[in-house]
């Protein structure tokens, strides 16, 4: 099926490399213009450069783990005039038995992961309902089931549904669609990173 977004603006957070990368190039090939989110310039920056569409691209830098970073990667995006697309896909994935799993390490999953989704549905809300737009939350399988020494990222991610679920229903008489998606593995650096760093990377992947 061929989705033609000619004149449609959408921000993807989190779009400098893997899922994030991949979901901004198809919106970018079926018209969209694409405002590009992720936490510094230099990744935001690269990750244009390889898309390689300027025109229709916008530089969207902020570290969404706050609200004032959501509000600024929300008012870069509405330079366009519009936002018709909101993909929360920003995470981080930094496995921990329970016992390691400390204050900041818990902090960390919970800003990155549910705090900067709120907060960027909020800042977009205004842009979100004047054009009926639609919000898609990243979560992941592991969202909805969970796994051992991921507690903090298993948190966040169900999280992120639950979220969805209370988005969805308060705002269904605005006209803004709020749905997640939750994939499975993929081969995508955060999930190499995830791999490289336990004791047996083989055996990660096929577990």
Not at 56 to 62: G, N
Not at 109 to 137: C, D, E, M, Y
Request: hydrophobic share 50%.
């Amino acid at each position: 099926m061929t989705v033609d977004l000619t004149g449609k603006v959408a921000l993807v957070t989190g779009a400098g490399r893997g899922l994030g990368f991949a979901i901004a190039r198809a919106l970018l090939d079926a018209g969209a213009t694409v405002a590009i989110n992720d936490r510094t310039a230099d990744i935001v920056d690269a990750a244009i450069t390889r898309l390689g569409d300027g025109d229709r691209l916008i530089p969207a830098p902020a570290d969404l783990a706050d609200a004032a970073g959501a509000r600024r990667a929300v008012e870069a995006a509405s330079s366009a005039g519009r936002i018709d697309l909101l993909v929360n896909n920003a995470a981080v994935n930094v496995e921990k038995p329970i016992e390691e799993t400390d204050d900041e390490h818990w902090d960390l999953h919970l800003a990155v992961i549910l705090k900067a989704s709120f907060f960027t549905v909020q800042a977009a809300l205004p842009w979100l309902a004047a054009s009926r737009g639609s919000v898609v939350n990243i979560a992941s399988e592991l969202g909805l089931h969970a796994i051992a020494n991921n507690v903090a990222y298993v948190a966040a991610k169900h999280g992120v549904v639950a979220m969805t679920r209370a988005m969805a229903i308060e705002l269904a008489g605005s006209g803004v669609r709020v749905n997640a998606l939750c994939p499975g593995t993929m081969d995508t650096e955060l999930m190499r990173d995830c791999a490289a760093a336990s004791s047996d990377p083989a055996e990660y992947y096929r577990s």
